[in-house]
């Protein structure tokens, strides 16, 4: 895997590229965007951009990495204000990460990040007797159609999608609240516990809090 990182601070760089080089990663550093043809951009798989708290730069350089790299994925890094993560995600950005977050947090991040990016679009996901029709937003088994609201399909084709693995609440959250859109603090258990209500009503399995760190359908 190929990343990218654009950031003013030769230190910081060089951190990140420690960190991402222990994860597998193969990674560049770009200090001036005057240089960015010199830069392998178009292979990258992942642009991490930390720049300093100048928020009209950052927006700069979202746009320039969306357009030089469109199929990578874009990730800010900094202290910025609130409006300033919003236009970055407006912009094109995965996600606005703090700057002085640690290299474990970190790398988890970029996995789950890279890990939604390579699902698969399959138009139809079965387990445990649930089939997901993705194209009519339909599940059916034995017994007939499950009448879930929006949000609880979204959330169970998640989990018949990798059902037997363990999913990060911040992944799920990242899902079903994409695009800048807010959710109350407690609208993932809310959802969560009544899908679990309907899943038991019809026997398909359940689905299994980890504690500290997410939720796992077994089917």
């Known amino acids: 895997m ?16 420690r960190i991402f080089r222990e994860c597998g990663w193969q990674s560049r550093s770009m200090i001036s965007l005057a240089l960015a043809d010199e830069e392998p951009l178009a292979e990258a798989d992942l642009v991490v951009i930390c720049t300093a708290a100048v928020e009209d730069k950052l927006e700069g350089e979202i746009t ?13 890094l ?20 703090p700057l002085n977050l640690s290299s474990r947090v970190l790398s988890a991040r970029v996995s789950a990040l890279m890990r939604l990016r390579r699902e698969p679009d399959d138009d139809v996901l079965t387990a445990g007797g649930l089939r997901v ?8 088994d034995g017994a007939g159609e499950l009448a879930l609201s929006q949000k ?10 990798h059902h037997g693995s363990t999913l990060t609440r911040s992944e799920l959250m990242e899902r079903l609240w994409s695009g800048g859109a807010q959710a109350e603090d407690n609208a ?32």
């Open 78 to 97: 900094g202290d910025f204000s609130v409006d300033a993560r919003m236009r970055a995600l407006a912009l094109g950005a995965a996600d606005y990460l």
């Open 188 to 219: 993932l258990e809310v959802h969560i516990s009544r899908l679990r209500r309907k899943l038991r009503a019809r026997l398909h399995g359940r689905i299994t809090t980890v504690r500290g760190v997410g939720y796992r359908l077994d089917a």
């Open 64 to 76: 320039f990495a969306r357009g030089a790299a469109p199929a990578a994925i874009v990730l800010a």
């Open 152 to 161: 609880e399909f979204e959330l169970l084709a998640l989990f018949v999608r």
């Open 2 to 17: 190929w990343c990218v990182l654009i950031g003013d601070d030769d230190a910081v760089l060089q951190r990140l590229a």
């Open 133 to 140: 029709d993705m194209q009519h937003r339909r599940i059916r």
